[in-house]
């Protein structure tokens, strides 16, 4: 006797791309403000092109805690 049984799989979370314009929508949407330059470099290296909206938004309240100098790369 052969039992089939359905497989249930999470709902794949759609991806976005990591650009400037998307980071700083979130900002306005998260924090009320925009994002430097800088923060916007760190978020863009940390993720990569693309991510979903979810850990967009981490990193975006994330990136405003963490101390300037993990932010700036080193000259």
């Not at 092109?49 to 805690?65: N, P």
């Not at 993990?70 to 000259?75: G, L, Q, Y």
């Amino acid at each position: 006797m052969i039992v089939r049984t359905k497989v249930v799989r999470g709902e794949a979370k759609a991806r976005i791309k990591v650009s400037e314009l998307n980071l700083r929508k979130a900002a306005a949407r998260l924090l009320g403000g925009t994002l430097v330059c800088t923060e916007v470099s760190y978020i863009q290296r940390a993720l990569g092109t693309t991510a979903t909206q979810e850990e967009v938004d981490a990193k975006v309240l994330a990136v405003r805690k963490m101390p300037w100098a993990s932010i700036v790369v080193p000259d």
